[in-house]
């Protein structure tokens, strides 16, 4: 799931009253690329046809299969 955070970490800085933990803002990462890097098949998924489409054509792959999908980068707490 992209949403350009480390966003479990995020949450438990919070619960842990240290928030402002640097380094865990991620706009730039391309896992896409990453994962081609490391040999695994990847794609970017922006609507739900696309990955009911990737989901199922990625049990028939012979490599790795990483689908990104973008979600909201609103954090709800966890407590």
Avoid at 4 to 20: C, D, M, N, V
Avoid at 46 to 58: C, R
Wanted: with cysteine; aromatic share 6%.
């Amino acid at each position: 799931m992209r949403n350009r955070q480390y966003a479990i970490l995020k949450s438990f800085a919070e619960l842990e009253q240290t928030p402002g933990v640097p380094g865990l803002d991620l706009p730039g990462m391309d896992f896409v690329a990453i994962a081609q890097g490391y040999g695994c098949d990847a794609a970017r998924i922006e609507d739900l046809d696309a990955l009911k489409q990737a989901a199922g054509n990625a049990w028939t792959n012979d490599v790795p299969t990483v689908l990104e999908v973008s979600v909201s980068g609103q954090v709800p707490p966890l407590v």
